[in-house]
């Protein structure tokens, strides 16, 4: 068991708590940032959580936000940790155009008030930085991107992201320190966020199937994603860590499907083909059975300027870190699928009861 201790900012998001659960797996002692909300947040990971008067207590929770310095450092000092996950962010890139300047406060300039923490506490030498770029930096760059394709942001978020890269190298380089970027393609499983399209299709699918809403909105259906799942992702993220020369890595299946090849594929887990009729917002997707609507276009999710085709290229985390994703497409849509059509039961029977 390693004995090393981790930092994770986003530690309520999707990857901060599957990374918690593999890095305590792997006897780590962990501390996460969660941020003060006015309701709960920290349901993904309330299961790793023990009373903290218990023995042997190594999962730990600390109010802070990226837009406080000084709270990040205290809490590095507090805690002295070998590795710092930086995943906390603004993540949703439509979100980003209503917020572009506090996008750009939390992606780019917290990342930046990490790494000062890490150089104003003499910690260069000892603690390691990893950094959750993403796939979105490239943008409309042709594919299959790699790590040595030029970037393109087109939305604030990924502006910010390329900001937060480019200080991550600038700071390896200046200061010598084992920082490091994971450029993630996209990765999903059932503790995705509800906004984004995956889960949000397989949540209207479960609601459909059981009666709770008769169609779903949707806007651009022919964007393609490399989509894989987040448990492999996570994995990557710590292999990237843990290899002695800091440098930076594309994690992605080599595979691309776009939104309505997802939807097509939801909706025939729960025994419904759709038939697509229409063109542009006129489009709709219909029951090939029942002539019933299921989709529909909705304009207002289309974004003021988008990323039309992403399909990446992993064969340098391959080759050096030994890392690849285990998780076929149809694998991580079926098991989506399941898990909301079990949430949705779950909550139609407790409604039931209720009644
Ligand atoms: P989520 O949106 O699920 O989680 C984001 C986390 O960041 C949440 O814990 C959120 O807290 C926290 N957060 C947001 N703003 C702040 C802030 N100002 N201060 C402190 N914490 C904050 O994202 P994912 O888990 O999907 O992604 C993790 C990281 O990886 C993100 O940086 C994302 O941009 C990046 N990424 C994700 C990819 C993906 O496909 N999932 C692909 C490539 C990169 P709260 O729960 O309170 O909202
Ligand atoms: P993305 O994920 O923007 O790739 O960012 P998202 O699931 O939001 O969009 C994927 C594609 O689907 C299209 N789309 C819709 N998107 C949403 N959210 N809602 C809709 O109704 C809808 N209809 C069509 C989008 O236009 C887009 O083309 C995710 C985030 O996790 C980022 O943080 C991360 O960096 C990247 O993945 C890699």
Same mark, same amino acid.
């Given at each position: ?7 994770? &900012? ?16 792997? +006897?780590?002692? /962990? ?10 947040? &920290? ?24 837009? $406080? ?25 439509? /979100? %980003? ?37 993403? %796939? ?6 042709? %594919? ?16 910010? !992201? ?46 459909? !199937? ?11 259906? $022919? ?10 992702? /996570? ?8 290899? $002695? ?8 299946? #080599? ?31 219909? $029951?090939?059975?029942? +002539? ?14 988008? /990323? ?7 064969? !340098? ?6 890392? !690849? ?5 149809? #694998? ?24």
């Amino acid at each position: 068991m390693s004995g090393k201790t981790a930092l994770i &900012t986003g530690i309520t998001g999707q990857d901060g708590a599957l990374l918690a659960e593999l890095l305590l797996s792997k +006897g780590y002692t /962990v501390h996460g940032i969660k941020r003060r909300s006015s309701s709960f947040n &920290t349901g993904r990971v309330d299961h790793l959580y023990h009373d903290m008067h218990e023995e042997n207590v190594h999962f730990f929770m600390h109010y802070g936000d990226m837009t $406080d310095a000084t709270n990040l450092i205290r809490l590095i000092q507090e805690t002295q940790p070998d590795e710092i996950y930086n995943l906390a962010a603004q993540s949703h890139v439509q /979100v %980003s155009f209503d917020t572009p300047e506090y996008t750009a406060n939390a992606d780019a300039l917290g990342t930046l008030r990490l790494l000062e923490a890490i150089r104003i506490l003499g910690l260069e030498k000892t603690t390691r930085f990893y950094q959750a770029s993403t %796939s979105e930096l490239f943008g409309n760059a042709p %594919s299959p991107q790699s790590e040595a394709t030029p970037f393109e942001p087109r939305s604030p978020y990924a502006a910010a !992201k390329l900001y937060a890269f480019w200080i991550v190298r600038n700071y390896r380089e200046a200061y010598n320190m084992h920082a490091t970027n994971g450029i993630l393609f996209n990765h999903e499983g059932p503790t995705r966020g509800e906004t984004f399209v995956t889960r949000k299709i397989t949540r209207a699918v479960a609601a459909i !199937k059981h009666g709770l809403q008769d169609r779903i909105y949707l806007g651009n259906l $022919d964007a393609c994603r490399d989509w894989g799942h987040a448990r492999d992702y /996570v994995e990557g993220m710590w292999r990237i860590v843990q290899h $002695d020369k800091p440098d930076d890595f594309v994690l992605c299946t #080599e595979e691309t499907h776009s939104v309505r090849e997802f939807v097509e594929l939801s909706f025939s887990h729960i025994g419904r083909t759709i038939e697509w009729q229409g063109t542009g917002v006129e489009q709709k997707g219909v $029951d090939a059975n029942t +002539g019933d609507i299921l989709v529909e276009i909705d304009p207002r999710y289309f974004r003021p300027t988008e /990323v039309e085709y992403l399909l990446g290229d992993a064969s !340098k985390a391959r080759k050096i870190l030994g890392w !690849k994703h285990t998780t076929p497409f149809t #694998e991580l849509v079926r098991e989506m699928v399941d898990y909301d059509l079990k949430c949705v039961k779950q909550e139609v029977n407790r409604q039931g009861r209720h009644d």
